[in-house]
């Protein structure tokens, strides 16, 4: 039989038990949706975490400090084995292949002058890149014009104590007063001397960059690296090196090193532990995050599929009936010549119909609950002050996915009635009044 | 009309069919041997009972053999699988029943549109074909109909044209009129004789009634238990 026949067939024998067919048809269309609702809010909710790890660039970011460090995350490190985190190394670093920047992390408690205001506050380097990461988001104003720009960036709350409207701060200026290390004439001394220094304020800042994960997230006002690092500011790993028995040139307490791509953390990251440093990412912290997510994915699929499972009997127990309601029919059919394939077939195409318009509809059910849900959670979100987030996400390839999954469930659910059918003898059939 | 070699259009040779229910086997049709003639008008008679419809069901290619041949339009029943006897049924036999076994929810065209689906005939002789043999049984009228709302005699004839359309060339009639008035049967009768004469179908009929049978067929097998006893040939 061709298939234009065999759908024509299939057609008609659901439209002569209509209800029955939409009802098991609508069974199939909210197990899609449960599936479709499930996965779509664990996609969803795994996207948005991906973003706001990514906001902080965590996954193309490797952290490199000197096992001399103190604050050294690395419990069994053997100080006096790591080499100095100094100018060297940093070249070293940052001819690595993948690596696209290397920045000192450089913060300094400092003291800000504002009109008669002063305030005693962190501040602290943030790479021109940041921008492009989108580590900093919502500035109002405008980001740094130039790497080396004496422009400075704020704190939405420390704009606040600057000034009673605090959007009033941007164009005006501040002054930082700070300690800037001078190189002395031996390794074992140098001088610390006041300087004060003038800068734009160019944008206020509504959130924390890098997503608040950082420790320069916490500064209130932020310098463009380069301008940082021109100033000398005084570390607090300068005096560490100071007392050390053999004091060197200037280190650097931690590097951050900034990678073209998450593909190339690993690598990096593996370099820089052959030079014998300490390297840290976020990447090694996040497999048990992106675990969870597979997992949790895994788990609202299944219970998705619970509901469809239960759809797919109905089918079985829909087409059993129709077979058992069809007996004459299908002896007919077989003694009219129809083969054994055909009567199977013609099952199939009843099934797969059912999964097929099943499928779509519950695409769209699962769609719109997905929308309520996600509208539910933003306006619950808006009413705490928070921003409204998509916490929802139906990527294509979850429609045809689904719709897909739903023919192939409706298709297996199709196999016993189809081969009962199939096998069905005309001869008994046709005696059977 | 199929052009086969032969003037044989039904060989049967031991045909026998035995069903084993429990310790025991029923011999339905038990070491029949019988030919009937191309183009010829035949009859199977016998009381209820004496396997003249499983023979007949043997025949139409819907029943397996237990021993023994078939040969229909040269081609042996005994050697073909499934699919060729799905194939066999199709095109080389046409069926009858004495319930009509038309399908209900399905009109007039669409039934007999049936085994032209089933033998893939292009889509587009499909109408003409249908309206060809709904008016050859004189129902061209009735062809959106549903069978229900025909008499008897209509549903018979729009059955007997949907056992034509692939052209067969054997008719096999299973009680055709056992279900019908005097008037409708003879009207069924008068068709099939028709039929046989003007296209040339072998016609094998199914009867109990030995006067249908003496009226319209010029060959009577008699069955009784599962065995053929007699074979009667009228004269013409």
């Known amino acids: ?62 952290f490199v400090s000197s096992k001399q460090e103190m604050r050294n995350m690395d419990q069994d490190a053997k100080p006096e084995e790591s080499p100095a985190l100094n100018d060297e190394a940093r070249k070293q670093i940052a001819a690595l292949p993948g690596v696209e920047e290397v920045v000192p992390e ?51 709350d420390f704009a606040k104590k600057l000034e009673t409207d605090p959007d009033s701060v941007l164009g005006k200026t501040l002054t930082i007063r700070y300690a800037e290390r001078q190189s002395g004439d031996s390794p074992g001394s140098f001088s610390i001397e006041r300087k004060e220094k003038q800068f734009l304020i160019v944008g206020i800042l509504d959130t924390e960059p890098f997503g608040g994960m950082r420790i320069s997230s916490r500064a209130r006002v932020f310098l463009p690296t380069q301008t940082a690092e021109a100033m000398n500011l005084m570390q607090p790993s300068d005096t560490q090196q100071l007392v050390r028995s ?46 969870f997510f597979a997992v ?138 | 009309m199929n052009e086969e070699t032969g003037a044989l259009a039904i060989e049967a040779q031991g045909a026998s069919r035995y069903y084993t229910m429990g310790e025991v086997t029923v011999r339905a049709v038990d070491d029949v041997s019988f030919t009937i003639e191309r183009g010829a008008f035949a009859a199977l008679l016998g009381p209820s009972g004496s396997g003249k419809s499983t023979l007949l069901n043997l025949l139409a ?9 078939i040969k229909v339009a040269g081609r042996d029943l005994s050697t073909m699988d499934s699919e060729a006897l799905a194939r066999y049924r199709r095109l080389t036999v046409g069926m009858i029943f004495q319930s ?5 929810t399905m009109t007039l065209s669409d039934n007999i549109e049936l085994p032209l689906r089933f033998a893939e005939t292009p889509r587009s002789e499909r109408r003409d074909r249908v309206m060809e043999l709904l008016t050859n049984v004189g129902l061209a009228h009735r062809a959106s109909h549903k069978p229900t709302e025909l008499s008897g005699g209509e549903q018979q004839r729009a059955a007997i044209a949907r056992a034509l359309a692939n052209r067969p060339s054997v008719l096999l009639a299973d009680e055709p009129t056992g279900n019908l008035d005097s008037r409708n049967g003879q009207e069924v009768m008068t068709l099939l004789r028709e039929l046989n004469e003007k296209m ?37």
């Open chain 1, 246 to 291: 053999s004091p060197g040139a200037r280190t650097y307490s931690m590097l951050t090193v900034r990678m073209k791509s998450a593909a190339y953390a690993e690598k990096v990251e593996e370099s820089v532990k052959k030079m014998n440093y300490s390297a840290y990412s976020y990447l090694d912290a996040t497999k048990s995050i992106r675990r």
């Open chain 2, 100 to 104: 009509f076994n038309l399908v209900p």
């Open chain 1, 106 to 156: 450089v913060r300094a408690m400092s003291e800000v002058d504002y009109g008669s205001k002063t305030n005693f506050t962190l501040v602290a380097a943030l790479p021109p890149s940041a921008h492009d990461e989108e580590a900093v988001d919502k500035v109002k104003g405008r980001f740094f014009s130039s790497a080396n720009a004496n422009e400075v960036l704020v704190q939405r």
């Open chain 1, 296 to 433: 949790l994915d895994m788990f609202l699929g299944i219970f998705g599929s619970l509901a469809l499972a239960v759809a797919s009997l109905a089918i079985v127990n829909t087409l059993v009936m129709a077979v058992l309601e069809r007996r004459r029919e299908i002896g007919i059919m077989k003694a009219l010549g129809a083969s054994d394939g055909d009567v199977k077939k013609l099952f199939f195409a009843e099934a797969a119909t059912m999964g097929l318009v099943g499928g779509a509809l519950g695409v769209s059910l699962g769609w719109i609950i997905g929308r309520a849900i996600n509208f539910g959670t933003n306006i619950y979100l808006q009413r705490m002050k928070m921003p409204a987030e998509n916490l929802w996400s139906v990527p294509p390839l979850l429609v045809v996915g689904a719709i897909v999954f739903a023919v192939l469930v409706s298709v297996l659910a199709g196999i016993y009635p189809a081969a009962r059918a199939a096998k069905l003898d005309p001869v008994q059939a046709l005696r059977y009044e």
């Open chain 2, 61 to 69: 290619g819907l029943d397996r053999l237990t021993a023994g041949s």
């Open chain 2, 200 to 236: 040339g179908v072998t016609v094998l009929m199914v009867t109990h009634d030995p006067a249908l049978a003496s009226r319209y067929a010029r060959q009577s097998l008699h069955m009784a238990d599962g065995k053929l006893v007699s074979t009667v040939e009228a004269l013409r």
């Open chain 1, 1 to 62: 039989m061709i298939r234009q026949d065999l759908l024509e067939l299939a057609a008609r024998n659901m439209r002569n038990a209509r209800l029955r067919n939409a009802l098991t048809t609508m069974g199939i269309a909210v197990g899609v949706a449960s599936l479709v609702a499930m996965l779509s809010l664990g996609i969803g909710l795994q996207g948005f975490a991906n973003h706001q790890l990514m906001k902080s660039g965590m996954f193309q970011t490797v």
